[in-house]
């Protein structure tokens, strides 16, 4: 089991950024590839940015030259980078861990990212 908690948001102004991390329970954080969703309220969960287990990057069309994955294998840590945020940028946004040896996936519960002036 891998618990995987998620932090760094809360309100900002448009064009404003933020950062957030998600912190793994797991000793074997660099199996995993690790990938951020996003969730608003009324909307299907949508995928923000993933990380493979070798670094290799992959985002969602909306978040591409304003976010920037990365991950920590020391620090057991997935980051995102949000720069110039947008109000429809404002969701939950879910950190999820996926091994493909193993086939396991974990979720964590999310941080509330809400862009307004």
């Known amino acids: 089991q891998v618990q995987l908690v998620e932090s760094g948001g809360g309100l900002v102004q448009p064009g404003g950024s933020l950062r957030l991390s998600c912190s793994a329970s797991?000793?074997?954080?660099?199996?995993?590839?690790m990938t951020w969703y996003c969730q608003a309220p009324g909307k299907q969960r949508e995928l923000v940015a993933s990380?493979?287990?070798?670094?290799?990057?992959n985002y969602g069309d909306s978040v591409k030259g304003r976010f920037t994955i990365s991950r920590d294998n020391v620090r057991k840590t997935v980051y995102l980078e949000m720069n110039n945020l947008k109000p429809e940028d404002s969701a939950v946004y879910l950190c999820k861990a996926h091994s493909v040896i193993f086939n396991l996936e974990f979720w964590g519960k999310g941080t509330l990212v809400t862009v307004s002036s």
């Open positions: 797991t000793i074997s954080f660099s199996i995993y590839n």
């Open positions: 990380i493979t287990i070798d670094g290799r990057t």
